[in-house]
Structures are given as C-alpha cells and as structure tokens.
C-alpha cells in the first residue's frame, strides 16, 4: 500500500492554549501531519506535556513540536513568543487563536458578574485580536498562511452564558473581516464553531450546569471530541482549503440545526 502523504509538511504553527483539551489534539494532529507545531500555553507543565506527546505522534511525517510560555492576553509575551517560534523554526504559516473558554461564572446579563464579562473578553477576544496584530506581519513575510479563530455554538443560539456567547460573537465578526482585508496578502481567515467538547474543563462544567447537559442531549451524533475539532483544523492549516475564508464552520453534530 502507498504511504500517506503528511497534509502539513514544511508548515509553522502557532497554537495558542495548546497544553489543554481541543488545543492540545489539534497540537498532535499537526504534528502528524508533518508541521513544526508551537504550543503556547501559559501554563508550562500541560504546555511542555502537550509538546511531548505532539512530537511522539510526529513518527516520520517530519513534525515536531516545541513548548513556549505565553500569556495571550499581554503584549510582550505574545511578542517574544511570537519572535521565539521564528527564531526556532524559521518563519510562521499558521495561527490558531485557541485560548479561551467559558467559566460557571458566567449567566444572563442581569447575573453575570461584571468581572467574567471583561475576563472572557479579555481572553477570548482580545487574545484573537493581539495574537492576530503579532502573528499576521510574520505569515505575510512567509506569502500567506492561515487563521483559525475559535468560536462556539453559543454565537449562534441563544445560550445561557451570555459574556461568552458576546465573545464568541465578537470574534466571528473579527475573523470575517480579517478575510476579507488580509486575502491580498494571501492569508485565509476562519473560524471553528464547535458545541459542547468533552475537555477536561468542559466534563467540569457540565457537572455544574444542568442546563449545558441538557444541550448534550441535543447533539445528533453524540458530543463532540477533542480530535473532531482538531481533525476540521488540519483542513483549515492545510492547502486544501485553499480558498476557504471568511467562515464559521460548524462542527456540532447537528445542534444548531435540531
Ligand atoms: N470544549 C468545548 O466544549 C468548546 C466549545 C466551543 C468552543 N470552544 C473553544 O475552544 C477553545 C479551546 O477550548 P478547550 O475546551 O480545549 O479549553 P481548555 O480549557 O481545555 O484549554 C485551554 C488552554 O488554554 C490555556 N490558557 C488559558 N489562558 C491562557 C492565556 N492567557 N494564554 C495562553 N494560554 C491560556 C489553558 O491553560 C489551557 O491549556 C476555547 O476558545 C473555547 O472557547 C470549546
């Protein structure tokens, strides 16, 4: 039988919160596919474990990958991680916008603490945006590459986590106008829109929130995995989607349109 061909080979990626959860598979799903992968990840010990299994799963496609410190939320951290990751392997092709994610604090606007609405701002949309302002100069240089931004579900029906569901739509309005502005530098935009993946913080959450497990129920082919979200963003790092941009793909198992 012909060997595989790995989809990623000679690809940089830069996976923001990729010691955990979906970062963490799509960590080792690149690093499959041939890609030099940076997890950066302000936590060291999932980071250093995640890049740890991503080069155990590189075999001999020609991946590897390597762990560094970075705090999406402050400027000179994403900096020198950014200025670290070309250092080390050249230049950048791929962003992915990873870190992020709801907390039990969060409610409808008249219960949510004002504290989780500029928390999760801060994460999720401001991290894609400065991420984005660092990461983007370096995949120009390199002619083009590909975002990938992490909405939800919860920007697309109504959903008790009202801070979050206000971020997550945030950043699919984000990712549709970077499309559109950074297409002549070759650079495609895009989001992914799970529903509920069952990461370790999400399994937390759902034994806090009766009604996330009600939304479980929900799912036509059953909840969602780590590696469903990450097997949609090898296809988005990938040149097979070429001149996808501008899009939201759902990867929900049918809850938006049940
Ligand atoms: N799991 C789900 O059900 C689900 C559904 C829809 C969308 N999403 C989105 O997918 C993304 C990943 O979710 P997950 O469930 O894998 O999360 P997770 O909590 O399992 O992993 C997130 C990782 O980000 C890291 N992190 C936190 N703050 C950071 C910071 N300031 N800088 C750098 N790294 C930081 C954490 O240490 C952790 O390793 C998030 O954007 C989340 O909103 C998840």
């Not at 670290?84 to 603490?113: I, M, Q, W, Y």
């Not at 949309?125 to 995949?139: D, H, M, N, R, V």
């Not at 969602?224 to 501008?246: C, F, Q, W």
């Amino acid at each position: 039988m012909e060997a595989r061909m790995p989809r990623m080979t000679g690809k940089v990626a830069f996976i923001t919160g990729g010691g955990g959860g979906i970062g963490r598979a799509t960590a080792e799903r690149f690093s499959e596919e041939g890609a030099k992968v940076v997890i950066a990840e302000i936590a060291a010990e999932p980071g250093e474990a995640a890049a740890g299994s991503a080069r155990a799963k590189a075999g001999d496609s020609g991946g590897d990958a390597h762990f560094i410190h970075c705090d999406v939320t402050d400027r000179a951290s994403v900096e020198a991680a950014v200025a670290e990751t070309v250092a080390k392997f050249g230049k950048l092709n791929v962003l992915h916008n990873n870190a992020g994610g709801s907390t039990p604090e969060d409610g409808p606007v008249t219960e949510a603490p004002e504290e989780e609405f500029w928390r999760v701002m801060k994460l999720d949309l401001y991290g894609t945006f400065l991420c984005s302002k660092i990461a983007i100069p370096e995949i120009i240089r390199d002619g083009g590459g590909s975002v990938i931004n992490m909405s939800s579900n919860a920007a697309l029906m109504g959903f008790t986590s009202h801070c979050y569901s206000a971020a997550k739509g945030g950043i699919s309005a984000l990712t549709r106008s970077m499309a559109v502005d950074y297409a002549p530098q070759r650079i495609r935009v895009n989001a992914i829109a799970p529903s509920v993946t069952l990461t370790e913080r999400v399994k937390k959450l759902m034994q806090d929130k009766p009604g996330i497990e009600k939304l479980g129920q929900q799912h036509l082919l059953g909840l969602g995995l780590p590696i469903h979200i990450a097997d949609m963003a090898v296809y988005l790092a990938s040149d097979e989607s070429a001149i996808t941009t501008g899009q939201v793909l759902s990867v929900d198992s049918g809850v938006t349109i049940y």
